[in-house]
């Protein structure tokens, strides 16, 4: 063994990769199913997608799981993921443009440990919250100004002043 340390790849951009991918397929496969109840797509593209479920789900494989364990269902995921491609490009791509435009899923992030995040340097409030705070500091031993008494407060005013919080 050697003395050099390994280096592993960074776990962040490993699952930002991951989720990635995972986002892009159930987008995919969020817009072939819309697709595929959609009436005005013909009904002659909406058997690409039957033909591919049925497929997966027979029990004849192209290449049989029995041959080398784990192949026969790597081929029926690809045969699926390649069905469900085929379908969303045969479709009209209006028809395409208008289901994506209207694909409004909240995005799915990863959020990275405190330990790997680089401090930022500006801050700006959230959008429609305003916060506008004036502070004086005031002793105990100093009374108010008549000018910041208030008119109704008679001779209670003229002691410290309470604390605000």
């Not at 209006?94 to 435009?101: C, F, G, S």
């Not at 105990?140 to 407060?153: C, I, K, R």
Request: aromatic share 8%; charged share 20%; glycine share 6%.
């Amino acid at each position: 063994m050697s003395d050099e340390k390994m280096q592993y790849p960074e776990r962040a951009r490993d699952i930002s990769t991951l989720m990635g991918w995972l986002k892009d397929f159930f987008g995919q496969f969020r817009l072939a199913w819309e697709l595929l109840w959609d009436d005005r797509v013909p009904f002659v593209t909406k058997i690409i997608p039957i033909l591919t479920v049925l497929y997966v789900i027979s029990p004849v494989d192209l290449v049989p799981g029995t041959v080398v364990p784990g192949l026969g269902q790597l081929d029926d995921l690809a045969i699926f993921l390649i069905g469900m491609r085929l379908f969303v490009d045969v479709c009209p791509p209006t028809l395409v443009a208008e289901h994506k435009q209207e694909d409004t899923q909240p995005e799915i992030g990863v959020t990275i440990p405190a330990a790997e995040q680089t401090p930022s340097v500006t801050w700006t409030p959230p959008v429609g919250q305003i916060i506008d705070l004036e502070a004086k500091v005031v002793s105990d031993a100093q009374p108010l100004p008549d000018s910041e008494v208030a008119p109704n407060a008679g001779d209670k005013s003229k002691g410290p002043v309470p604390p605000v919080w």
